[in-house]
């Protein structure tokens, strides 16, 4: 079946760190894969996607690669921002179905 | 503007009130979709609606009843609701691929339900 694990949080850093959030997946088939991102009493909107095996996603210095070999899709930030605290989630569709991990909360501080 | 509009934001209803949940997108997408987001648990898939067609169902409770009279907008007419039902409920729309590329969903700012 179709399945996505992503690491439990909270996670918290501080101002400038490296930022990773793992994300492993279970598919049939290729999937797309997706990082949304969710702020505080807002629906999730789409941060990044990854439509096939290596391609690599990125927006507003996060990236994710598609690693089909490892089955993953992990964040990476080189420098986190107060303004990058929110839940982020992976997720993937296929055949118009999709399906999400259970989210990490990312806390910045000064 | 995320360009899928849902209200109301928030509402608060007792266990005997009926009261509906509206959604509407202005993307021209054909797929629209009715998500639960509880604490602490992962997303819940409701309802799609492919072209105005129900195509999925999750075993939903028969209190929730969606309604799609075109592509644009989608309902979620609620009745008899228990306490446990409070979440947020995310409205999502997509446009519909072949094979096994998705589009990625489009989300709204959710309704906050608070059930009493």
């Known amino acids: 079946g179709n399945s996505v694990t992503q690491m439990e949080g909270p996670v918290t850093l501080s101002e400038e760190a490296f930022l990773t959030i793992n994300c492993t997946y279970t598919?049939?088939?290729?999937?797309?894969l997706f990082w949304y991102v969710q702020y505080p009493g807002e629906g999730l909107q789409l941060l990044l996607k990854a439509t096939k095996a290596d391609d690599k996603g990125s927006n507003k210095g996060f990236e994710a690669t598609y690693r089909k070999e490892t089955t993953s899709f992990h964040l990476e930030k080189g420098s986190v921002q107060v303004s990058d605290s929110a839940v982020y989630f992976c997720a993937l569709g296929t055949g118009n179905q999709f399906y999400f991990g259970t989210g990490t909360s990312l806390t910045v501080i000064p | 503007e995320t360009g899928v509009t849902q209200t109301p934001r928030h509402l608060v209803m007792g266990m005997t009130n009926k009261k509906s949940l509206k959604c509407e997108q202005h993307l021209g997408h054909n797929a629209m979709y009715w998500y639960k987001q509880s604490a602490k648990k992962p997303l819940e898939l409701m309802f799609v609606?492919?072209?105005?067609?129900?195509?999925e169902n999750n075993s939903v409770p028969s209190r929730f009843s969606p309604e799609c009279p075109n592509s644009s907008h989608l309902f979620l007419h609620l009745h008899t609701l228990q306490p446990e039902d409070s979440a947020l409920y995310l409205c999502a729309s997509s446009p519909l691929t072949g094979g096994n590329y998705n589009s990625p969903l489009h989300f709204g700012n959710g309704t906050r339900l608070t059930v009493t």
């Open positions: 609606y492919n072209f105005k067609e129900q195509t």
């Open positions: 598919a049939t088939g290729y999937p797309s």
